[in-house]
């Protein structure tokens, strides 16, 4: 397990006791104000769902808040305030929510004791997780600060292309990559003062979206993902007959992609082509390209033949809106013209953008090249409205079939 997840690990962990010992605590405190009785199902307790249920159900729900608000996503830069707030409203989230949840059927009728019990469960709930935080946070901050970053600067290499390819090089590795700024990056404000010994820097791998925009946006993928897979297994199913009828091979075709941090991947799509029509050299795609199949033609102009992607959705290979995920042949040849093409790598690749919505499919790498500007300026802008509008967007490409 890398550094990264076990940090992760500690975090979860963590929160999930603190939880258990919040609601205990909790529970005890309306028994003693309140005379219920602890293991009693017709309390003032939690009346709606007996003793046991929320012991597991509450720290659960927890982790999916603690989740979303984004607290886990970099487990090794927390800050004292951010992570002070981060923890703060979360608890306030929480407490709100599980406050709701006690008061259906419950038999307390003065309400003054609704207020307490909530001013109560939110200063438990913030307490008893921030501690244990901030304990793991100060204990790891400076093995972050040794082992989980590197800093380049520009100065020490001779051309802007050996910039870019040493940043290529740095992304698999998973660490923050900080840039020391020039001159212009300092007055434009593209620099800014951080968390590298006070220097300004410029961190290549900080997200423009905040982090709970990014891990709602996780969240929504893997919903949506399911969602559409179930709905649409009929139409699976179809396929897959459609495919195995039109020529011999198998249904789904495999081929390796580089994602999220400059890892390779096997992206899955229903297959549009004969089998073995690539030769050892990787060919785009022509105009009445004559590999395709008749069965593929229709796939690929309604771009049917993406939906297994829901699959690497699933498994955080891809993400509904990102950058479209190239192979390596094609990439190196994309750097020869665009050598800032690493700084994709931050965030997943998508089974849609800004850049096949305007380009189209990409048979010249000035095509690539054309795509990659406009995926450029979706990461700068990235936001979950933005997303939205793509996918809006994304869907009237399809009824269109313009797909090849």
């Not at 999930?16 to 909790?26: P, R, Y």
């Not at 090794?76 to 929510?97: D, H, N, Q, Y």
């Not at 082992?147 to 380049?152: A, F």
Request: charged share 20%.
């Amino acid at each position: 397990m890398s550094p990264y997840r076990k940090q992760q690990l500690k975090y979860v962990i963590a929160d999930i006791l603190s939880a258990e010992l919040v609601w205990l605590a909790f529970l005890l405190f309306r028994w003693l104000v309140y005379e219920g009785k602890v293991l009693g199902m017709h309390t003032v307790l939690i009346p709606a769902f007996g003793f046991w249920t929320p012991l597991v159900v509450y720290p659960l729900a927890c982790v999916v808040i603690y989740y979303l608000s984004g607290y886990y996503l970099r487990p090794f830069r927390k800050r004292f305030g951010p992570e002070l707030v981060t923890t703060l409203t979360s608890a306030l989230v929480i407490a709100f929510g599980a406050f709701f949840v006690i008061i259906i059927d419950d038999k307390v009728t003065d309400y003054h004791h609704y207020l307490v019990s909530l001013v109560v469960l939110f200063g438990l709930q913030f307490v008893v997780s921030y501690l244990p935080r901030r304990v793991i946070t100060m204990v790891s901050s400076r093995l972050h600060r040794e082992n989980d970053s590197v800093v380049i600067d520009p100065a020490e290499l001779p051309s802007e292309r050996a910039l870019y390819e040493r940043i290529d090089k740095e992304y698999p590795t998973g660490k923050d990559i900080y840039v020391v700024p020039r001159l212009y990056d300092i007055v434009t404000g593209a620099a800014q003062i951080g968390e590298l010994g006070g220097s300004p820097y410029i961190c290549i791998t900080e997200h423009k979206m905040s982090d709970a925009g990014i891990c709602i946006k996780r969240a929504t993928d893997v919903v949506t993902a399911l969602v559409v897979s179930l709905l649409l297994s009929p139409l699976y199913a179809a396929i897959a007959i459609a495919v195995r009828c039109s020529s011999s091979g198998p249904i789904l075709y495999r081929q390796e992609r580089i994602g999220f941090h400059g890892l390779p991947f096997m992206i899955l799509k229903f297959r549009t082509m004969q089998e073995g029509a690539e030769s050892s050299v990787p060919q785009l795609t022509e105009d009445d390209d004559p590999r395709i199949t008749s069965v593929g033609r229709v796939l690929r102009r309604y771009r049917l033949d993406e939906l297994p992607q829901m699959w690497n959705v699933l498994r955080g290979d891809m993400s509904l809106v990102g950058p479209r995920p190239e192979r390596a042949y094609f990439i190196e040849q994309i750097k020869e013209q665009a050598p800032y093409y690493c700084l994709l790598y931050k965030i997943r690749p998508g089974l849609t953008s800004w850049g096949p919505i305007k380009v189209g499919y990409t048979d010249t790498i000035a095509k690539m090249v054309e795509r990659l500007n406009y995926d450029m300026a979706y990461m700068e802008n990235m936001s979950l409205a933005l997303d939205m509008k793509i996918l809006f967007y994304t869907i009237g490409v399809i009824l269109d079939g313009k797909g090849k």
